[in-house]
């Protein structure tokens, strides 16, 4: 019983986390991406995650974020 709950709680955090239009991802103190969704790999302009796990191997080189404040 507790094994079937924790696979239904599994499988609800993947699908969200794959279906999030936010990017959400998972890092290493050095800078590579452990985990990232598939939004994150479209708002960086790659084809999937894998590939942007891949391409990218130091965050804080390869990608620059530039923070937007709204509503102030």
């Known amino acids: 019983m507790a094994e079937q709950r924790l696979a239904a709680a599994e499988a609800n955090y993947r699908g969200?986390?794959?279906n999030a239009v936010e990017g959400?991802?998972?890092t290493t103190p050095e800078g590579r991406f452990l985990s990232a969704n598939p939004a994150l790999a479209r708002i960086h302009?790659?084809?999937s995650p894998e590939e942007l796990i891949a391409t990218i191997?130091?965050?804080?080189e390869?990608?620059?974020v530039s923070r937007r404040?709204?509503?102030v």
């Open 62 to 64: 390869q990608l620059c």
């Open 45 to 47: 302009g790659y084809n």
């Open 16 to 18: 969200i986390f794959e």
């Open 24 to 26: 959400i991802f998972q």
């Open 69 to 71: 404040v709204v509503g």
């Open 57 to 60: 191997t130091d965050i804080g």
